[in-house]
Protein backbone atom coordinates (compact mmCIF):
# COMPACT_ATOMS: atom_id res chain seq x y z
CA UNK A 1 0.00 0.00 0.00
CA UNK A 2 1.68 2.83 -1.26
CA UNK A 3 1.45 6.43 1.17
CA UNK A 4 0.53 8.06 -1.81
CA UNK A 5 -2.86 6.37 -2.61
CA UNK A 6 -6.34 8.59 -2.05
CA UNK A 7 -8.59 6.75 0.21
CA UNK A 8 -10.95 5.24 -2.32
CA UNK A 9 -7.65 3.65 -4.44
CA UNK A 10 -7.40 1.78 -0.57
CA UNK A 11 -10.84 0.78 0.25
CA UNK A 12 -11.76 -0.49 -3.33
CA UNK A 13 -11.84 -4.03 -4.21
CA UNK A 14 -10.70 -4.48 -7.72
CA UNK A 15 -12.40 -6.40 -10.16
CA UNK A 16 -10.29 -9.79 -10.89
CA UNK A 17 -10.27 -10.49 -14.80
CA UNK A 18 -9.67 -14.12 -15.93
CA UNK A 19 -6.72 -15.81 -16.36
CA UNK A 20 -5.34 -15.39 -19.85
CA UNK A 21 -2.19 -17.65 -19.86
CA UNK A 22 1.01 -17.59 -21.98
CA UNK A 23 0.83 -20.88 -23.40
CA UNK A 24 -2.49 -22.09 -25.06
CA UNK A 25 -1.62 -25.88 -24.20
CA UNK A 26 -4.52 -26.28 -22.22
CA UNK A 27 -8.42 -25.48 -23.24
CA UNK A 28 -9.17 -22.16 -22.45
CA UNK A 29 -12.98 -21.79 -21.33
CA UNK A 30 -12.35 -19.35 -18.54
CA UNK A 31 -13.61 -16.24 -19.90
CA UNK A 32 -15.99 -16.12 -22.77
CA UNK A 33 -14.30 -15.95 -25.87
CA UNK A 34 -15.07 -17.59 -29.30
CA UNK A 35 -13.56 -20.43 -30.20
CA UNK A 36 -14.01 -19.21 -33.31
CA UNK A 37 -11.98 -16.90 -35.36
CA UNK A 38 -12.68 -13.85 -36.80
CA UNK A 39 -14.32 -13.83 -40.14
CA UNK A 40 -11.39 -13.91 -43.03
CA UNK A 41 -13.04 -10.70 -44.57
CA UNK A 42 -12.09 -8.76 -40.94
CA UNK A 43 -8.78 -9.87 -41.07
CA UNK A 44 -8.14 -8.86 -44.20
CA UNK A 45 -9.73 -5.54 -43.28
CA UNK A 46 -6.85 -4.94 -40.15
CA UNK A 47 -4.25 -5.88 -43.40
CA UNK A 48 -5.76 -3.30 -45.21
CA UNK A 49 -5.97 -0.57 -42.82
CA UNK A 50 -2.70 -1.10 -41.43
CA UNK A 51 -0.75 1.53 -43.29
CA UNK A 52 0.54 5.10 -42.82
CA UNK A 53 -2.41 6.46 -42.10
CA UNK A 54 -2.08 4.70 -38.61
CA UNK A 55 -0.14 8.11 -38.03
CA UNK A 56 -2.98 9.91 -38.01
CA UNK A 57 -5.55 10.14 -34.99
CA UNK A 58 -8.44 7.68 -35.99
CA UNK A 59 -12.13 9.23 -35.86
CA UNK A 60 -13.02 10.30 -32.43
CA UNK A 61 -16.66 9.90 -33.34
CA UNK A 62 -16.51 6.71 -34.99
CA UNK A 63 -19.14 8.04 -37.50
CA UNK A 64 -18.66 5.35 -39.93
CA UNK A 65 -18.53 2.12 -37.18
CA UNK A 66 -22.00 3.96 -35.88
CA UNK A 67 -23.34 4.28 -39.63
CA UNK A 68 -22.79 0.51 -40.04
CA UNK A 69 -24.39 -0.20 -36.33
CA UNK A 70 -27.40 2.09 -36.98
CA UNK A 71 -27.80 0.29 -40.50
CA UNK A 72 -27.60 -3.36 -38.75
CA UNK A 73 -30.00 -2.70 -36.56
CA UNK A 74 -32.62 -0.47 -37.90
CA UNK A 75 -31.30 2.68 -35.82
CA UNK A 76 -30.36 6.06 -36.30
CA UNK A 77 -26.58 6.83 -35.54
CA UNK A 78 -27.67 9.01 -33.29
CA UNK A 79 -28.48 6.41 -30.87
CA UNK A 80 -25.28 4.68 -31.14
CA UNK A 81 -22.30 5.18 -28.89
CA UNK A 82 -19.43 3.34 -29.65
CA UNK A 83 -16.16 2.65 -27.21
CA UNK A 84 -13.41 0.76 -26.40
CA UNK A 85 -15.12 -2.68 -25.01
CA UNK A 86 -18.13 -2.31 -22.72
CA UNK A 87 -16.32 -2.26 -19.59
CA UNK A 88 -15.29 1.06 -21.05
CA UNK A 89 -18.77 1.73 -22.26
CA UNK A 90 -20.55 0.76 -18.51
CA UNK A 91 -17.64 3.03 -16.73
CA UNK A 92 -19.12 5.68 -18.81
CA UNK A 93 -22.55 4.66 -17.68
CA UNK A 94 -22.08 4.33 -14.25
CA UNK A 95 -20.34 7.85 -14.28
CA UNK A 96 -22.56 10.20 -16.63
CA UNK A 97 -26.08 8.65 -14.86
CA UNK A 98 -25.54 7.86 -11.26
CA UNK A 99 -24.16 9.45 -8.26
CA UNK A 100 -23.42 9.78 -4.96
CA UNK A 101 -27.02 10.67 -3.93
CA UNK A 102 -28.86 8.21 -6.03
CA UNK A 103 -29.45 4.73 -5.37
CA UNK A 104 -29.13 2.27 -8.00
CA UNK A 105 -29.87 -1.91 -7.60
CA UNK A 106 -28.74 -5.09 -9.79
CA UNK A 107 -29.08 -8.79 -9.11
CA UNK A 108 -26.72 -10.33 -6.28
CA UNK A 109 -25.97 -12.61 -8.63
CA UNK A 110 -24.70 -10.99 -11.71
CA UNK A 111 -21.38 -9.49 -13.82
CA UNK A 112 -18.99 -8.62 -10.78
CA UNK A 113 -17.97 -5.40 -12.47
CA UNK A 114 -20.92 -3.79 -11.38
CA UNK A 115 -20.52 -3.15 -7.39
CA UNK A 116 -16.54 -2.45 -8.62
CA UNK A 117 -17.87 0.28 -10.85
CA UNK A 118 -20.37 1.40 -8.23
CA UNK A 119 -17.72 1.72 -5.13
CA UNK A 120 -15.20 3.21 -7.51
CA UNK A 121 -17.95 6.24 -8.03
CA UNK A 122 -19.47 6.29 -4.87
CA UNK A 123 -22.80 5.20 -5.90
CA UNK A 124 -24.97 3.95 -3.34
CA UNK A 125 -26.62 0.37 -4.58
CA UNK A 126 -28.61 -2.55 -3.35
CA UNK A 127 -28.03 -6.05 -4.84
CA UNK A 128 -31.47 -7.75 -4.97
CA UNK A 129 -31.66 -11.44 -4.11
CA UNK A 130 -31.82 -13.61 -7.37
CA UNK A 131 -34.64 -16.25 -6.99
CA UNK A 132 -33.29 -20.03 -6.11
CA UNK A 133 -33.82 -20.81 -9.62
CA UNK A 134 -31.46 -17.68 -10.22
CA UNK A 135 -34.18 -15.92 -11.97
CA UNK A 136 -34.38 -12.22 -11.77
CA UNK A 137 -37.74 -10.77 -10.21
CA UNK A 138 -37.81 -7.03 -11.02
CA UNK A 139 -41.06 -6.66 -8.25
CA UNK A 140 -38.70 -8.00 -6.02
CA UNK A 141 -36.80 -4.30 -6.82
CA UNK A 142 -37.37 -1.24 -4.61
CA UNK A 143 -39.16 1.96 -6.06
CA UNK A 144 -37.52 5.23 -6.47
CA UNK A 145 -33.90 3.70 -7.78
CA UNK A 146 -32.17 6.10 -10.38
CA UNK A 147 -31.20 2.80 -12.80
CA UNK A 148 -31.15 -0.63 -12.31
CA UNK A 149 -28.69 -2.39 -14.07
CA UNK A 150 -28.36 -6.17 -15.15
CA UNK A 151 -26.96 -8.21 -18.16
CA UNK A 152 -29.12 -10.11 -20.30
CA UNK A 153 -28.81 -13.49 -20.38
CA UNK A 154 -27.03 -12.80 -16.78
CA UNK A 155 -23.82 -13.52 -16.10
CA UNK A 156 -22.46 -16.02 -14.55
CA UNK A 157 -26.02 -17.64 -14.89
CA UNK A 158 -26.78 -17.78 -18.51
CA UNK A 159 -30.72 -16.98 -17.66
CA UNK A 160 -32.42 -14.94 -19.89
CA UNK A 161 -35.21 -12.55 -19.38
CA UNK A 162 -37.60 -12.26 -22.35
CA UNK A 163 -38.51 -8.48 -24.26
CA UNK A 164 -42.11 -9.01 -22.78
CA UNK A 165 -40.80 -8.49 -18.61
CA UNK A 166 -38.25 -5.94 -20.07
CA UNK A 167 -40.93 -4.08 -21.73
CA UNK A 168 -42.90 -4.18 -18.64
CA UNK A 169 -40.43 -2.89 -16.39
CA UNK A 170 -39.80 -0.20 -18.87
CA UNK A 171 -43.49 1.10 -18.69
CA UNK A 172 -43.73 0.88 -14.95
CA UNK A 173 -40.85 2.40 -14.13
CA UNK A 174 -40.07 5.27 -16.48
CA UNK A 175 -38.06 7.57 -13.77
CA UNK A 176 -35.91 4.51 -13.56
CA UNK A 177 -32.81 4.59 -16.13
CA UNK A 178 -32.48 0.74 -17.40
CA UNK A 179 -29.27 -0.26 -18.60
CA UNK A 180 -29.06 -3.81 -19.98
CA UNK A 181 -25.92 -5.52 -20.61
CA UNK A 182 -26.47 -8.37 -23.67
CA UNK A 183 -23.05 -9.36 -24.16
CA UNK A 184 -24.17 -12.62 -24.86
CA UNK A 185 -27.43 -12.03 -26.66
CA UNK A 186 -26.46 -13.07 -30.07
CA UNK A 187 -26.57 -16.93 -28.56
CA UNK A 188 -29.95 -17.50 -29.37
CA UNK A 189 -31.92 -14.39 -27.73
CA UNK A 190 -34.18 -12.07 -29.07
CA UNK A 191 -32.75 -8.88 -28.50
CA UNK A 192 -34.50 -5.57 -27.25
CA UNK A 193 -32.81 -2.68 -29.58
CA UNK A 194 -36.36 -2.37 -31.01
CA UNK A 195 -37.66 -1.18 -27.70
CA UNK A 196 -34.34 1.38 -28.31
CA UNK A 197 -36.51 3.59 -30.26
CA UNK A 198 -39.70 3.28 -27.60
CA UNK A 199 -38.32 4.40 -24.65
CA UNK A 200 -36.52 6.61 -23.44
CA UNK A 201 -35.00 4.62 -20.23
CA UNK A 202 -33.51 1.97 -21.80
CA UNK A 203 -29.43 1.86 -22.51
CA UNK A 204 -28.26 -1.14 -24.43
CA UNK A 205 -24.62 -2.22 -23.70
CA UNK A 206 -23.07 -4.61 -26.57
CA UNK A 207 -19.79 -5.89 -26.88
CA UNK A 208 -17.96 -7.70 -29.92
CA UNK A 209 -16.03 -9.83 -28.14
CA UNK A 210 -18.24 -12.46 -27.71
CA UNK A 211 -20.21 -13.76 -30.81
CA UNK A 212 -18.03 -11.43 -32.71
CA UNK A 213 -14.69 -13.04 -32.23
CA UNK A 214 -13.06 -9.85 -31.76
CA UNK A 215 -12.53 -10.00 -28.10
CA UNK A 216 -8.52 -8.77 -28.81
CA UNK A 217 -9.82 -5.30 -30.38
CA UNK A 218 -11.80 -4.14 -27.58
CA UNK A 219 -14.80 -3.37 -29.05
CA UNK A 220 -18.29 -2.38 -27.29
CA UNK A 221 -21.45 -0.20 -28.21
CA UNK A 222 -24.50 1.31 -26.20
CA UNK A 223 -27.55 2.30 -27.76
CA UNK A 224 -30.49 4.28 -26.14
CA UNK A 225 -31.94 8.21 -27.11
CA UNK A 226 -30.08 10.90 -28.28
CA UNK A 227 -29.93 12.44 -24.48
CA UNK A 228 -28.49 9.22 -22.66
CA UNK A 229 -25.90 8.92 -25.75
CA UNK A 230 -25.15 13.04 -25.62
CA UNK A 231 -24.45 11.98 -21.68
CA UNK A 232 -21.73 9.32 -22.58
CA UNK A 233 -20.12 11.39 -24.96
CA UNK A 234 -20.27 14.59 -23.11
CA UNK A 235 -17.97 11.54 -20.17
CA UNK A 236 -16.00 9.81 -22.88
CA UNK A 237 -14.80 13.96 -23.77
CA UNK A 238 -13.53 14.48 -20.53
CA UNK A 239 -11.51 11.53 -20.51
CA UNK A 240 -9.90 10.52 -24.14
CA UNK A 241 -11.64 11.83 -27.11
CA UNK A 242 -10.19 9.02 -29.06
CA UNK A 243 -10.93 5.98 -27.61
CA UNK A 244 -11.01 3.31 -30.95
CA UNK A 245 -8.22 3.31 -32.52
CA UNK A 246 -7.96 2.63 -36.65
CA UNK A 247 -7.65 -1.02 -36.29
CA UNK A 248 -10.40 -1.85 -34.08
CA UNK A 249 -13.41 0.63 -35.80
CA UNK A 250 -11.97 -1.47 -39.14
CA UNK A 251 -12.85 -4.51 -37.57
CA UNK A 252 -15.63 -4.04 -36.02
CA UNK A 253 -17.48 -2.70 -39.64
CA UNK A 254 -16.35 -5.34 -41.30
CA UNK A 255 -17.65 -8.41 -38.35
CA UNK A 256 -21.26 -6.14 -38.90
CA UNK A 257 -20.63 -6.55 -42.57
CA UNK A 258 -19.61 -10.35 -42.07
CA UNK A 259 -22.65 -11.74 -40.42
CA UNK A 260 -23.69 -14.38 -42.10
CA UNK A 261 -20.31 -15.83 -41.11
CA UNK A 262 -21.38 -15.25 -37.69
CA UNK A 263 -24.29 -16.43 -37.48
CA UNK A 264 -22.77 -19.29 -38.88
CA UNK A 265 -20.59 -19.87 -35.84
CA UNK A 266 -22.68 -18.92 -33.65
CA UNK A 267 -25.08 -21.62 -34.27
CA UNK A 268 -22.56 -24.25 -33.96
CA UNK A 269 -21.90 -22.69 -30.07
CA UNK A 270 -25.44 -22.68 -29.41
CA UNK A 271 -25.89 -26.89 -31.02
CA UNK A 272 -23.06 -27.81 -28.98
CA UNK A 273 -24.04 -25.49 -25.62
CA UNK A 274 -27.32 -27.84 -25.74
CA UNK A 275 -25.70 -31.01 -26.34
CA UNK A 276 -23.18 -30.17 -23.11
CA UNK A 277 -26.28 -29.23 -20.92
CA UNK A 278 -27.97 -32.27 -21.96
CA UNK A 279 -24.98 -34.35 -20.99
CA UNK A 280 -24.71 -32.73 -17.76
CA UNK A 281 -28.18 -33.64 -17.02
CA UNK A 282 -27.66 -37.46 -18.31
CA UNK A 283 -25.06 -37.38 -15.69
CA UNK A 284 -26.69 -35.92 -13.26
CA UNK A 285 -24.84 -32.47 -12.72
CA UNK A 286 -26.73 -29.92 -12.30
CA UNK A 287 -26.82 -27.01 -14.69
CA UNK A 288 -28.93 -23.82 -15.52
CA UNK A 289 -30.74 -23.37 -18.50
CA UNK A 290 -28.15 -21.12 -19.94
CA UNK A 291 -28.75 -18.91 -22.93
CA UNK A 292 -25.12 -17.66 -23.54
CA UNK A 293 -22.02 -19.17 -24.32
CA UNK A 294 -21.30 -20.68 -21.67
CA UNK A 295 -22.60 -23.44 -19.40
CA UNK A 296 -23.55 -22.76 -15.49
CA UNK A 297 -22.78 -25.93 -13.23
CA UNK A 298 -21.88 -27.39 -9.64
CA UNK A 299 -20.18 -30.69 -9.62
CA UNK A 300 -21.94 -32.28 -6.71
CA UNK A 301 -20.13 -33.46 -3.68
CA UNK A 302 -17.25 -31.11 -4.93
CA UNK A 303 -16.15 -27.32 -3.63
CA UNK A 304 -15.84 -24.86 -6.34
CA UNK A 305 -12.17 -24.55 -5.94
CA UNK A 306 -11.40 -28.43 -5.96
CA UNK A 307 -13.17 -28.39 -8.98
CA UNK A 308 -11.84 -25.75 -10.82
CA UNK A 309 -8.19 -26.80 -9.54
CA UNK A 310 -8.96 -30.59 -10.74
CA UNK A 311 -9.88 -29.66 -13.75
CA UNK A 312 -7.29 -27.08 -14.38
CA UNK A 313 -5.11 -30.66 -13.21
CA UNK A 314 -6.28 -31.90 -16.78
CA UNK A 315 -5.41 -29.17 -18.83
CA UNK A 316 -9.05 -27.22 -18.51
CA UNK A 317 -9.22 -23.52 -17.79
CA UNK A 318 -13.01 -22.70 -16.16
CA UNK A 319 -13.88 -20.03 -13.75
CA UNK A 320 -15.34 -20.10 -10.20
CA UNK A 321 -16.90 -17.47 -8.21
CA UNK A 322 -15.03 -18.56 -4.26
CA UNK A 323 -16.07 -15.04 -3.35
CA UNK A 324 -19.36 -14.96 -3.98
CA UNK A 325 -21.26 -17.16 -1.58
CA UNK A 326 -24.17 -18.33 -3.31
CA UNK A 327 -22.11 -19.76 -6.11
CA UNK A 328 -19.37 -20.77 -4.37
CA UNK A 329 -19.11 -23.96 -5.99
CA UNK A 330 -20.52 -23.50 -9.00
CA UNK A 331 -18.36 -23.22 -12.59
CA UNK A 332 -18.78 -21.03 -15.50
CA UNK A 333 -17.76 -23.05 -18.67
CA UNK A 334 -17.54 -21.49 -21.65
CA UNK A 335 -18.51 -23.33 -24.69
CA UNK A 336 -15.37 -24.45 -26.97
CA UNK A 337 -15.82 -26.99 -29.99
CA UNK A 338 -17.30 -30.27 -30.11
CA UNK A 339 -13.65 -31.40 -29.41
CA UNK A 340 -13.09 -29.48 -26.84
CA UNK A 341 -16.27 -29.84 -24.77
CA UNK A 342 -15.67 -33.78 -25.03
CA UNK A 343 -12.65 -33.55 -23.48
CA UNK A 344 -14.54 -31.14 -20.35
CA UNK A 345 -17.30 -34.44 -19.94
CA UNK A 346 -14.39 -36.86 -19.90
CA UNK A 347 -12.85 -34.63 -17.17
CA UNK A 348 -16.06 -34.28 -15.45
CA UNK A 349 -16.69 -37.96 -15.43
CA UNK A 350 -13.19 -38.90 -14.26
CA UNK A 351 -13.12 -35.62 -11.36
CA UNK A 352 -16.89 -37.44 -10.51
CA UNK A 353 -15.11 -41.22 -10.11
CA UNK A 354 -12.86 -40.40 -8.25
CA UNK A 355 -15.35 -38.47 -6.17
CA UNK A 356 -17.52 -41.54 -5.27
CA UNK A 357 -15.55 -43.36 -2.91
CA UNK A 358 -15.41 -40.53 -1.07
CA UNK A 359 -19.47 -40.38 -0.65
CA UNK A 360 -19.92 -43.88 0.19
Known amino acids: MSRFWSDITREITPYVPGEQPRDM ?39 ALCETVAK ?11 GNGSDEILAFVFQAFFGPNDLIAFPDVTYSFYPVYAGLYRIPYREVPVREDFSIEFS ?55 LVNRYDNLLLVHTLSKSRSI ?16 GLNRIKNCFNSYTMDRLAQAAAIRA ?43 LPGIKGPDALRLL ?41 ERQRPAMI
Open 312 to 352: REQGILVRNFARHPRIADWLRITIGTKEDMDRVVVAIIKIM
Open 25 to 63: IRIKLNTNENPYPPSPGVIEYIREMANSDLRLYPDPDSK
Open 72 to 82: FYGLSPSLVFP
Open 215 to 230: AGMRVGLAMGHPELIE
Open 140 to 194: DYPKGLKGIIFANPNAPTGIYVPPEEIELLLRSRPDTLVVMDEAYVDFGNESAVP
Open 256 to 298: FEDDDYYRGINRKIITERERFKETLRKMGIPCTDSKSNFAFLT
